[in-house]
């Protein structure tokens, strides 16, 4: 009997391509497995795909809720972007289909797991680093790393295999998705000075095609977790589903990056991510009225960290577990709701409010009902600028690089 490999297979081009060719040339028996991260799909066509072409066997697993609690939503609570920009989408989803994929590779007794990412990318790295971690016994077949197919190559090694060559082979782009978002990549995006084309946005309208009538919402959140939307309680899943929705319609969460791969590659990146731009923007402001500012000065170095780990492929190192006991730990008061307005690209908050909110109107009123001790301030700022004057008394004004080094000699003179 033949040894067994398990695939992560999406029912595209090169993982059809890969059943047959792990076959032909590693004369494995292929077990294809499909993940569901919220990418709708026609998954038992999917399914039915991978048997024809000689899968031993195909399974669909459905997680959609592990991708929300544990990949999601601390990404969520980090108010994790990528070089402040990418949401981290199909990033999140390559750790939790890594170990997936190896509990169904223990489960069925097979000695390889496949995955068809080429050579250049960063979902290799995480793939690789992810399974190594879990499973370092595992052998890791990439076929589109290893044949050296051109992408006409590969079309007709799929047509003199009979393998049928999906639709999507004719879109221009390279797309993946999940419920955190659409990244779009290859065609004209690849020229970074042309804007993107409309046909490579489907999750979201242009702003000037968005209704001209701005939406309010209200999202609630409880230690960090949006738990409902306009007062109506929902799950996570269906939450950002109906929030992509919502702020797709207004034409939000578009994103254009130049972003450093992993691989040391600056790649220019679409993204689409409706529900990840407003939820983080309104978690945000939420944060801003319930931590104090140490806090949230802290709190923006950790998720630019945390940003870089899960982009790098790192998220089963210890550090991931560091970082997310202090990201959990800061939620502990982030519970309040916030007001959003969705307009024409943006979504602006409006509104925020807490029963454990920081903010304090008998501090910060300029009216009646003031309780701020102003006077207060005086002995503060004596103290608070004393070492400036201190110094300034020392070195800076005399010296002739100092601050007033700037004006002209003319000006000096008149000093
Ligand atoms: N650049 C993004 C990232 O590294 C998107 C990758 C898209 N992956 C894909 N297989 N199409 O996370």
Known sequence: MAEKVVLAYSGGLDTSVAIKWLQKNYKLDV??????????????????????????????????ELFVKYFI?????????????????????????????????????????????????????????SINALAPEMKIIAPAREWGMTREETIAYAKSHNIPIPVTVSSPYSIDECLWGKSIECGALEDPWAEPPEDAFTWTVSADRAPDKPQYIEIEFQEGIP?????????????????????????IGRIDHIENRVVGIKSREIYEAPAAVTLIQAHQALESMTLSKDQLRFKQKVAQEYADLIYNGLWFSQLNQ????????????????????????????????????????????????????QSASNGFIKLWGLPVKTQAQVQLLGGKEGPLSIMSPEEKKED
Not at 347 to 366: H, Q
């Open 31 to 64: 077990i294809a497995v499909n993940i569901d991260v919220g990418n709708e799909k026609d998954f038992s066509a999917v399914r039915q795909k991978a048997l024809d072409i000689g899968a031993i066997k195909a399974e669909v697993v459905d997680a959609k």
């Open 73 to 129: 939503f601390p990404a969520l609570q980090a108010n994790a972007l990528y070089e402040g920009q990418y949401p981290l989408a199909t990033a999140l989803t390559r750790p939790l289909m890594a170990k997936l994929m190896v509990d169904v590779a223990i489960e069925e007794g097979a000695s390889a797991i496949a995955h068809g990412c080429t050579g250049k990318g960063n979902d290799q790295v995480r793939f690789d680093v």
């Open 227 to 251: 738990v409902s939307l306009d007062g109506q309680a929902l799950d996570g899943i269906t939450l950002i589903s109906r929030l992509n929705e919502i702020a797709g319609k207004h034409g």
């Open 322 to 373: 560091d970082l997310s006991a202090y990201v959990l730990s800061s939620q502990r008061y982030v519970t309040g709701t916030v007001r959003m307005k969705l307009y024409k690209g943006h979504a602006s908050v409006v509104g925020r409010k807490s029963p454990t909110s920081l903010y304090n109107l008998s501090l910060a009123t300029y009216d009646v009902g003031d309780r701020f001790d």
